[in-house]
């Protein structure tokens, strides 16, 4: 898990650096970064570069 200050990533939502950053494997070997916003507690997910939420994730997991 990463700290959002140390990477300068801020939030998607309300642009506060308060996010952590949890990097998984799905179950298909797809690399995915789950961040989550302590201040609006908006969460997202990315894979190589593209944000999505979490509708997208189910998909990626019913893809495989």
């Given at each position: 898990m990463?700290?959002?200050?140390?990477?300068?990533?801020?939030?998607?939502?309300?642009?506060?650096?308060?996010?952590?950053?949890i990097?998984m494997?799905?179950p298909?070997?797809?690399?995915?970064?789950?961040c989550?916003c302590h201040?609006?507690?908006?969460?997202?997910?990315?894979?190589?570069?593209?944000?999505?939420?979490?509708?997208?994730?189910?998909?990626?997991?019913?893809?495989g």
């Open positions: 990463k700290k959002a200050s140390i990477d300068g990533l801020v939030c998607t939502s309300c642009g506060q650096s308060s996010v952590i950053e990097e494997t799905l298909d070997g797809t690399e995915v970064v789950f989550s201040v609006c507690e908006a969460r997202w997910w990315n894979r190589e570069g593209e944000t999505f939420e979490v509708d997208g994730i189910i998909d990626l997991v019913g893809e």
